[in-house]
C-alpha cells in the first residue's frame, strides 16, 4: 500500500539503506531475545493453570524488555561504525532510528503474539491492524510532510509499534503482571536457545540476497531487488493468515486421531492458493509496476517470478510441523544452518551472472531445499497422509503456464488475453487435481478449532 509514494518520495539508493536496516532489524529481533516468544509458544499451550501460563507470558515480558532495551543502549554507543558496517556510509542518526524501531517492534509482536497463544483472534487482529495503520500512517507523514526520507519510515514505524505494544498489552493484561521466574525462563530457553542459530540462519536465507547485492553490485541495486521483494511478498500474507490459525491448535490438536488427515487436506488448499497466487504476481508483475512505482522501478519485475514462489516456500514450514511438537529444535537447527550455507553460495554463485535475478534465483533453490528438508524430517516423526503426485503436477502444470505466456509479453490485447487464459487455466488444473476441496477443508478447521479453547 505504500510502495506507491515511497518510489515516488524515495530513490533505489535510498530503498537499498531501508532494506539493509531492516535485514540489520530482523537479525536482531531473531537472537537479542534468544527466540524466548518460541520458548513461551511452546510451553504456554502445555501450562495447567491460568497462574501458570500468566507466569510464563510475564517472565517472556521482563525479560525481552531488559534485551532489547541492552541492545539500544549499545546500539547508540556504536552506532557510527554499525552505520558504515550496515548502509556502508556514516550516518549514526539512522542507527539510532533503527535501533529505537527495532526496540519497539520487538516488544510490539511479543505481546501481539502472545493474543495467538491465548487463542484470541478478534484482539490478534484488531491490534495487529492498529499497529499497521499507525505505522503506515506515521511514517508517510513523516516522509512526505516532513522529508524526513528513511528516517521518517524508521521513526514512523517506532511510533506505530509503541502504540500496538499499548494496546496489545491491554487486551492481554489478564496473563500479565509484576512476576518473574528464573525457572521459567530457563524452561522457555531450553526449548528456544536451539532456535537461535537457526533463526540466524533463516535470516542469511531471507537476507543475504539483498547483502551480496550490496557488496557484488550497489545500494540502488538492493533497492529495485527490494520493491521487486514487496511485491512478491503478497504470498506472504498467505503464509502469515496460515501460521496465525493453524500453530496455536497445531500444538495443542496434534495428538487427535483425525489430525494428520485434516492437515493434509488445509496443505492442498494452501498449496492450490499459494500456486494460483504466485502465478498471478509473476505475469502481471510488469503491469503492477507501472501502476504502482516511477520508471526509475520498473526493472524490479524481473525478480517477482522467483521470488513469489520462493517466499511461499519459505514459510511453509508451518505446515510441516513435525519436528517441532516433537521439540526436536536442535534439528531445526541444522537445516536452517545447511540452507543458509546453500543460499550464501548461490547467491555467490549467481549474482556476478546474472544481478538480481541470480539474487532472486538463489533464494528459490535455498527456499525449496530448507522445505523439502523440513517435510522429510516431519514426515518421519509426524506423518501427514499428502498426496504428492497432484500436487507435483499442479506446481509443473503452473509453471508451464507461466512460460507459455511470455512469448506474447509486451504484445498488445494478446498479453492480457493470454494471461487471463492462463489464470483460468490454471484454476481448471488445480480443481481437476482435487487441491481444492472446500468441504474438506471447512470440516478440517473446524475439528481443528474444536474444544481447543481453554
Known sequence: MIVPIYTRVLA????????????????VQLTVALEVSQGLARHYADADTAGDRRLLASTSLWFTIAAYLAFVLVATSLSAPLSGLIIGQSAPDLVVAAAVWILSGGVFYLVLNQLRWMLDPRGYAVVSACGTVASIAFSVALVVAGHLGVLG??????????????????????????TFSLDRLRQMLSFSLPLVPSGVAVFVTLYVDRIAISR????????LFGIGYRLAAITSLLI??????????VYQRHREPEAPAQLAAIFRAFAAVALGLSLALAMFANQIMRLFTTPPFYASAVVVPLLAPALVLSGMYVLAPGLAIAKRTGSIAIVSVAGALLNTALNLLFIPVLGIQGAALATLLGAGSMFSAYMILSQRLYP????????????????????ATRPFEGVPVAEPLAEVGGLIAAALLLVRLGLLEPASIVAGLTSLRHGSGR
Open 216 to 223: 557484488l553490485m550497489t545500494n540502488a541495486d538492493v533497492g
Open 12 to 27: 533505489p539508493s535510498d530503498y537499498g539503506q531501508l532494506d539493509l536496516l531492516i535485514a540489520f532489524g530482523s537479525l
Open 240 to 249: 502469515v493468515a496460515t501460521q496465525t490459525a493453524i500453530t496455536p491448535i
Open 153 to 178: 519510515v524508521l521513526l514512523g514505524g517506532a511510533i506505530g509499534n509503541i502504540l500496538g505494544f499499548g494496546l496489545g498489552l491491554y487486551q492481554a493484561r489478564s496473563v500479565y503482571g509484576a
Open 384 to 403: 501427514v497422509p499428502h498426496r504428492w503426485v497432484p500436487l507435483a503436477l499442479a506446481t509443473a502444470g503452473t509453471a508451464v503456464i507461466f512460460v
